[in-house]
């Protein structure tokens, strides 16, 4: 970076002295030299501690989906602390929210956590006890969060250890699990209808769930191929397997009701949370009737100390409120449609082969290769080092994207117009920068 970062690595090396690597989630630590420290937000823009300012496209990996400190989320949830936060029993919040959410994901019931992670172990207890069965397919790059059973064959994965297509390999993500839990999890291709018949015929009758992310929003933002989408439906119902939506980046962010109404594809369980809370940390299991009935006293355990808790509950609320009743989804969509295209007319010009993949919500950058992937294995042919160039060059001019790109770029709602020009331009300038190509292709193209 050729911002200044004289507090950035003072406050570094202090936070190392305690924390591991100086950071609280392994994904945040960017090496020695350029690992960010944050200050503060607002709307589209972030500051780190050395006052440098940045159009943010990480979005703390996706939940602001309004702005950083969205004044009116912040207003109802600095007033709801006044009379408290933790009482151990249901709030008036937490029901206003429920009703809200199972209005907006068409989705029978719903009960509350604080993380992805624990929204989608739970939707996966509750798969197993009301099918009975206990093993699961998972698809390769997709992440279901940090908990053992579904940490194999992720979005660090090796590709070139994923082993053959018709027969992958479970890739653990981490050390420190029990061998044989890998034996619950069957690895599969996404998008590839002949492997995922081959594998329900084989094991269908023991499946318990098929657990998906229905965009890969930690490898490329890779579209799912409807047919697929469709056949892994019907073939759930065909066996009696649970279909479970992991919404964690997609709910609230690709329409109103996520990608089960963007796609067209009903699921009978998913998690939810990011987008949910713009920021709060919240997150729910939601789905039919008949399957969150499993969760009950004595039967199925669901719970935590701060699940539906003030803070969560009525960022929650608030948050799904604007999202209902203004036009949030829309406004994104337009801004990001248009980014989307720009930064293809832009990479066109200069001359890169590229794909821009995804929705106008949620999109990434490819470099290397200008044919969509459509799994994790055809990813890995993109060109990571060459995006890592111009990612760098656009941190550099004050665009914070991660320089790894199979994490998205998010848009939020205070993305407006105005913004997404300062990007292009900033865009635009990278680019000619890093390919060598001449400046304002955008006025040339026009
Ligand atoms: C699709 C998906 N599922 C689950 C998770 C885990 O969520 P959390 O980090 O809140 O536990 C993530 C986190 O990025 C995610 O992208």
């Excluded at 970062?5 to 406050?11: D, F, G, P």
């Excluded at 989320?73 to 600095?78: D, L, P, Q, S, Y």
């Excluded at 699921?267 to 987008?275: G, Q, S, T």
């Excluded at 039967?299 to 009743?325: D, P, S």
Aim: aromatic share 10%.
């Amino acid at each position: 970076m050729s911002h200044t970062q004289t507090k950035t690595h003072q406050l570094f090396n202090q936070a190392k002295q305690y924390i591991p690597y100086g950071v609280n989630s392994n994904f945040r630590y960017w090496g020695e030299e350029d690992t960010p420290i944050m200050a503060r937000g607002a709307g589209a823009y972030v500051w780190d501690v050395d006052d440098n300012r940045f159009i943010d496209y990480r979005l703390g990996f996706g939940p602001i989906i309004l702005g950083h400190a969205h004044p009116e989320v912040n207003r109802r949830v600095a007033a709801a602390i006044q009379d408290g936060v933790l009482f151990a029993a249901t709030t008036p919040i937490e029901i206003e929210l429920a009703e809200r959410f199972t209005r907006m994901t068409g989705m029978d019931k719903v009960r509350l956590s604080n993380t992805g992670t624990e929204a989608n172990m739970h939707a996966l207890r509750i798969a197993r006890a009301y099918t009975g069965r206990e093993k699961f397919i998972k698809f390769e790059g997709n992440y279901h969060g940090n908990f053992d059973y579904v940490m194999f064959s992720g979005p660090t994965a090796k590709a070139e250890l994923l082993g053959p297509r018709r027969q992958p390999h479970r890739l653990r993500a981490t050390e420190g699990m029990p061998v044989a839990i890998r034996n619950y999890m069957i690895p599969l291709p996404y998008n590839d209808i002949e492997l995922f018949e081959r594998a329900m015929v084989e094991h269908g009758e023991e499946l318990a769930a098929v657990v998906l992310e229905p965009i890969m929003g930690n490898v490329a933002c890779i579209l799912p191929d409807l047919a697929w989408l469709q056949r892994v439906r019907a073939l759930c119902d065909e066996f009696g397997v649970v279909l479970i939506f992991d919404e964690v980046k997609t709910g609230f962010r690709l329409a109103r009701g996520g990608a089960q109404e963007y796609f067209g594809v009903k699921a009978d369980l998913a998690a939810y949370a990011k987008a949910m809370g713009n920021g709060f940390p919240v997150s729910a299991v939601a789905g039919r009737n008949e399957i969150m009935a499993m969760v009950e006293p004595g039967r199925v355990a669901h719970g935590g100390t701060y699940c539906g808790n003030v803070v969560a509950a009525t960022a929650a609320a608030a948050t799904l409120e604007i999202i209902e009743t203004q036009p949030v989804i829309e406004t994104i969509f337009a801004n990001g449609r248009r980014l989307m295209e720009g930064i293809h007319t832009i990479l066109t010009h200069v001359g890169v082969p590229h794909v821009v993949s995804g929705a106008p919500s949620m999109f990434s950058v490819l470099l290397g290769k200008d044919e969509a992937p459509t799994d994790y294995r055809s990813y890995s042919e993109f060109d990571a080092d060459l995006f890592g160039r111009l990612g760098a060059a656009l941190i550099e001019r004050g665009i914070l994207v991660d320089d790894d790109p199979r994490e998205p770029w998010f848009l939020s709602y205070s993305h407006d117009a105005a913004v997404i020009d300062e990007t292009l331009d900033l865009i635009e300038n990278a680019a000619s920068a890093v390919f060598g190509r001449s400046l304002q292709v955008r006025r040339l193209a026009a």
